[in-house]
């Protein structure tokens, strides 16, 4: 193996050492660092966040339940326990699309109801328009 070879060997395990190192524990306190995805469930619908889009929170429409992050993979219980927070319709959307879930209108977080990796037409306007 050349010089070079060698060189991009020891920097791809250097970088690989680090990122796992970075990965199995949060700081001095041990705990590991949750890898779940952002997602709710409101009227038997599952939704995910979809970022860079601008929503108008209306009325509130009820309450979303987030299941509890299970990012071990295993069959072992999670200590976490779902958590509730309030539904709010959003200006222009039917709620089988989208919702926004927070603790409050000013804190709510966009959510989509999509399968797959293709987002609904109406959310892709939303993400391009100006």
């Known amino acids: 193996m050349s010089r070079s070879g ?8 250097a970088v ?4 796992a190192a970075g990965c199995g524990a949060d700081g001095d306190r041990g705990e590991g660092e949750a890898s779940c995805a952002f ?3 409101y009227q038997g619908r599952t939704y995910r966040d979809v970022a860079n889009v601008e929503f ?11 299941p ?3 990012d071990t993979g295993g069959d072992e219980e999670t200590a976490e326990r779902a958590t509730r927070e309030s539904a ?11 919702i926004a879930v927070g603790s409050s209108p000013e804190d709510a977080v ?18 391009d328009s100006p």
């Open 6 to 13: 060698r060189s991009a060997g020891a920097l791809l395990a």
């Open 16 to 19: 690989m050492v680090m990122t």
């Open 39 to 41: 997602e709710v469930t």
């Open 56 to 66: 108008t929170v209306t009325d509130k429409l009820g309450t979303a339940t987030q």
């Open 68 to 70: 509890p992050c299970d």
């Open 88 to 98: 709010y319709g959003v200006k222009g959307l039917p709620p089988g699309t989208a």
């Open 110 to 127: 966009f959510v989509v109801s999509y399968s797959g990796s293709t987002l609904p037409p109406a959310i892709r306007e939303l993400i």
